[in-house]
């Protein structure tokens, strides 16, 4: 049988509770779909932080450089809080998305229909939403230098006597490369990309801009491609979400947008993303797969977490790692099933009532629903 | 009677037919309110580059830094769009913020109850909104050296050989002194601010956590805080925006998310702003208000635009400038008694239809209301 290396790092809060989901969806896929996966496990986040005294151990980094796909629960919790900056429990998943050059984040915005009515959108604004933004995620202000915070106390206009640096920074090689991955992305789906910096603003923008219309021009001249300032991408966005199909943009932008995308759909707790980065010798992308949603640790250990956004996370990696799209399509069609049949985890459980489960019953209804 | 001096830049597009309607409103102040207006015109944006071949001459900007008050319409257009950055309308713009060291945007997001069907939102969700953010205005990546696109042609890796950059540097002095502003406001309001940055991954948004913090506990203890990281205000905006009173963020953040706030009330054409800088000699702030709406080329010179957002921004010019709150609030309510007598220019022209109106009849209707 086809044959995938898999590293599960559960993170902290709902993490471990969701991927225990995640492995059982793993067993079936092995048991009835002739796949075998070879899967190892480790810590990051602040679960690393507590055994290994840093958010992403060498160990755990070469690990994840050496297999096919990593998966990754949540990092991150109230206990961290107080930690330095430099391994807080965020510095893990940074480390690894900045080592394994991950430069390509997709994060689809889909409305489920089952579930249109959660999102604080009229219906009609968001039902059959389908939109995949595409944040590079390996550059920009969140790994520019210089960076810090110095002592400025020769400025006697700066009461305090402090100053906070940091550098966004785009190279055209950095952008183009994210503009291909968005570019074929959208010609395997409507075909449309909307790019979207702050050229008016930004020299770094402008670059963004222009590299991006280059790689257009030059290799994708069949995609529709448009430029939109963020500011009103955030509009557009809230004002008619379907008007998009794949969204390009930075890190940092892409950080903010994807996340209000995310809440027009209401239903954080579905949302998957797939962080990619080059070919590996086998022909595969360096790979990291994770849910939208965070650690949520005020319901941690409760059984109350939704463990579909990290299952729909491994549909993601059949699909991009395993060039297993029609397994996706079944684990995807089967999430479809159980929420048309009512079955909600607290999350999704709305005035029309539903069959209430927990997280593990959860799970349970998608393998029978395969 | 009290005496004020303005000087009313219209701009481009849409600004002049707007500012028109602006001119009605200040006579009729004059005319009934026994207050007297020194007012004076200039140009600004790619009108101002059209004669002077820059888009904020310096007398433009000296005359500005003289009155008690600026009056801005819009600016940009796509005329302009192949204009060399260092000239674009923008930075005409940009050059009176930064100049006039017009440090507090403050940008009320209102939703008015005539109007909550127009959001996307569930009237439910936006009904009596009425947030205000308070975004920093002269700092952050907007200003921060060193910037620019350049040549590296040195770096093999770097396919397209150029790199671009902008800086985000913070002094803890410009942090606190919008924080400052912030509670003031909020003191005048819900008492509640929300600060928002990315501490979690940018040393800037750890400096404007503590500052920020440090401004609370040592000035205004009575003001409830609480922080909040860009992606999560984001989402959070989406998902219920009326959890807010105050929201104090930074320049980048402060565009985006206000942006995506003032989407939220479904009436662009009626949001104003006020940017404020340092009190001058006669104590009042350094002034500059301008509607949030950009210049709609596409429908300048058709009588179609809606005057209320800039008629609304010399609202706050009453408020903040003149200290005549009463006024304001008259100018204020004349505006809601006309939108709930249902009188619409074409972008508040819904299903439940009401009175079309052009922009100078709308003008005239809130003359007359008052
Ligand atoms: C946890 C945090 C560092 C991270 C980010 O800012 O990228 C998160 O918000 C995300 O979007 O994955
Ligand atoms: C026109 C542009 C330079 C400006 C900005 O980015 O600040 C605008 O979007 C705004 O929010 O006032």
Redo the contacts between chains.
Sequence with gaps: PDSYSLLILPGDGIGPEVMAEVAKVIDWFQDNRGMSFDVSHDLVGGSAYDEYGTPCADQTLARAQSVDAVLLGAVGGPKYDSLD?SV?P?RGL?RLRKEMDLFANLRPAQCFDALADFS???RE?VAGLDILIVRELTSG??F?EP???HD?NN?P?????????????????????VARSAFDLARQRGNKVCSME?A?????????RE?VQ?VHDNEYPDVELSHMY??????Q????PRQFDVIVTDN??G??????A???TGS?GMLPSASLGAKMANGRPKALYEPVHGSAPDIAGQGKANPIACILSFAMALRYSFDQGDAAAELEGAVERVLADGVRTADLMGPQGGTAVSTSQMGDRIIAAL
């Design positions: 900056f807080k965020e940074l604080s959108l009229k604004v202000v969140y520019g960076r810090g915070i400025d400025n206009e700066n009461e305090g006597g402090r100053v906070g640096i940091n550098t966004q920074r785009y190279t055209s090689g950095e952008i183009r490369r702050k008016n603003v930004m020299e770094s923008g402008i670059l963004w590299e280059w963020a500011d009103n991408g955030a509009m966005l809230v004002r008619n940092l932008f950080d903010v947008l994807s996340d209000a995310a809440m027009l954080l």
